[in-house]
């Protein structure tokens, strides 16, 4: 059974820093891609970065530079580390799977976890 589980969401001041992990398990990290997508109150759900079952990995434009996403395949785990946070971070993130590759469409990840809420606020 395919199940995600995203952790480490949570209040943090402006210029602050956060580390969300996306558990996995009932598939390998070898040949899925995970994304990380954010939905703040009221808005669509974007994407926010992926990493792909060879390594390639993308980024949005508004976190390019402040965050990184990376993997651990001996644990299953996808690690997005969110550096200098802003308020206009502020929103549910969530993980999601496919299989193999990276999509800039949402609708082609097929499993999802429950989110976790990051609050940028001072």
């Known amino acids: 059974q395919v199940q995600l589980v995203e952790s480490g969401g949570g209040l943090v001041q402006p210029g602050g820093s956060l580390r969300l992990s996306c558990a996995a398990s009932?598939?390998?990290?070898?040949?899925?891609?995970i994304g990380w997508f954010r939905q703040a109150p009221g808005k669509e759900r974007e994407g926010v970065s992926c990493?792909?079952?060879?390594?390639?990995?993308t980024y949005s434009d508004s976190v390019q530079g402040r965050f990184t996403i990376s993997r651990d395949t001996t644990k299953n785990t996808v690690y997005l580390q969110m550096n200098s946070l802003k308020p206009e971070d502020t929103a549910v993130y969530y993980c999601?799977?496919?299989?193999?590759?990276?999509?800039?469409?949402?609708?082609?990840?097929?499993?999802w976890g429950q989110g976790t809420q990051v609050t940028v606020s001072s």
């Open positions: 999601a799977t496919r299989r193999s590759f990276c999509s800039g469409d949402r609708l082609e990840f097929g499993s």
């Open positions: 009932g598939f390998s990290l070898d040949y899925y891609a």
């Open positions: 990493i792909s079952s060879r390594y390639a990995i």
